[in-house]
Nanobody, 125 residues
Framework: QVQLVESGGGLVQAGGSLRLSCAASGRTISMYAMGWFRQAPGKEREFVAAISWNGGLTSYADSVKGRFTISRDNAKMTVYLEMNSLKPEDTAVYYC??????????????????WGQGTQVTVSS
């Protein structure tokens, strides 16, 4: 099956930037959309961004639109999330996952699987 490993999180000041990476191994992800989600303490996991199987379409939560950019490199089996103009409310554990429907593109956590271990992003004010 697919294994996902997130990296790139850390501590930054408000207004700073981070670039998260999600490295996939095992079964190919080239036919599947990929998504980024986040979960803050005491909150439910929420959608952040998704990208279609070939990178042709992207989708963003309203809270991050214009600040975050999702991209993918299928040859490297890696998905990225570039985060700019970070705010304290962006503080959360960030997870990547695979859309379980080939060639689909969902914003619903229930459609995704192969969740990684997550990487912590902390934004100070």
């Amino acid at each position: 099956q697919v294994q996902l490993v997130e990296s790139g999180g850390g501590l930054v000041q408000a207004g700073g930037s981070l670039r998260l990476s999600c490295a996939a191994s095992g079964r190919t992800i080239s036919m599947y959309a990929m998504g980024w989600f986040r979960q803050a303490p005491g909150k439910e996991r929420e959608f952040v961004a998704a990208i279609s199987w070939n990178g042709g379409l992207t989708s963003y939560a309203d809270s991050v639109k214009g600040r975050f950019t999702i991209s993918r490199d299928n040859a490297k089996m890696t998905v990225y999330l570039e985060m700019n103009s970070l705010k304290p409310e962006d503080t959360a554990v960030y997870y990547c996952a695979v859309d379980q429907i080939a060639y689909g593109m969902s914003r619903m956590p229930g459609r995704f699987g192969s969740w990684g271990q997550g990487t912590q992003v902390t934004v100070s004010s």
